[in-house]
T-cell receptor, first 112, second 116 residues
Framework: DTAVSQTPKYLVTQMGNDKSIKCEQNLGHDTMYWYKQDSKKFLKIMFS???????INETVPNRFSPKSPDKAHLNLHINSLELGDSAVYFC???????????FGSGTRLTVV | AQSVTQLDSHVSVSEGTPVLLRCNYS??????LFWYVQHPNKGLQLLLK??????LVKGINGFEAEFKKSETSFHLTKPSAHMSDAAEYFCVVSDHGSGNTGKLIFGQGTTLQVKP
């Protein structure tokens, strides 16, 4: 059983489109995150939700909107995709917000 | 604010020789530190973590790291490299700042190459 699962694994789309990435965890964790890994492999947090409440919103364009329908799910919707949005997006979850992170396998987004 | 600096962007070793990946941290608090590994086109796997218990931390696949407060370092070592160790390694600190959000702050990564 996959602990943190993301779909899709690969996403190729044209500029200007709107797309969503879904994430689900079955670990019972309270906190979920979205991280972005750029072409130089640098990872940076984008958002964090604790029990459906947004607790971290880094300087991310408004075109990115996370949604957490329940504490087991954290989806990422991206409007008006741009070339610079091409990256690998990782979902993660943790217990009590400190340590014990589990990452999903990533979604490779390519905007053409 | 917390930060980590990985001192080498690329390390190359021969199979069977020791591995040393260097990491320095900066933290206003007693830090929680981690090493993650990412194999090509794969996700992130936790190798080990330090959370103020023993300063020598043993992880998976023979890796270990030593927390040295006086040197603000958390270097990753392995006595004998294996071909399967070739990957990207990330030193990470957890944010213990206001609100204790628990967000992870990643180093720039070190690419480990293992030569036959």
């Amino acid at each position: 059983d996959t602990a943190v699962s993301q779909t899709p694994k690969y996403l190729v789309t044209q500029m200007g489109n709107d797309k969503s990435i879904k994430c689900e965890q079955n670990l019972g964790h309270d906190t979920m995150y979205w991280y972005k890994q750029d072409s130089k492999k640098f990872l940076k947090i984008m958002f964090s939700y604790n029990n459906k409440e947004l607790i971290i919103n880094e300087t991310v364009p408004n075109r990115f909107s996370p949604k957490s329908p329940d504490k087991a799910h954290l989806n990422l919707h991206i409007n008006s995709l741009e070339l610079g949005d091409s990256a690998v997006y990782f979902c993660a979850s943790s217990e009590a917000g400190v340590g014990g992170y589990t990452f999903g396998s990533g979604t490779r987004l390519t905007v053409v | 604010a917390q930060s980590v600096t990985q001192l080498d962007s690329h390390v190359s070793v021969s199979e069977g020789t020791p591995v040393l990946l260097r990491c320095n941290y900066s933290s206003s608090y007693s830090p929680s530190l981690f090493w993650y590994v990412q194999h090509p086109n794969k996700g992130l796997q936790l190798l080990l973590k330090y959370t103020s218990a023993a300063t020598l931390v043993k992880g998976i696949n023979g890796f270990e790291a030593e927390f040295k407060k006086s040197e603000t370092s958390f270097h990753l070592t392995k006595p004998s490299a294996h071909m399967s160790d070739a990957a990207e390694y990330f030193c990470v600190v957890s944010d213990h700042g206001s609100g204790n959000t628990g967000k992870l702050i990643f180093g720039q990564g070190t690419t480990l190459q293992v030569k036959p």
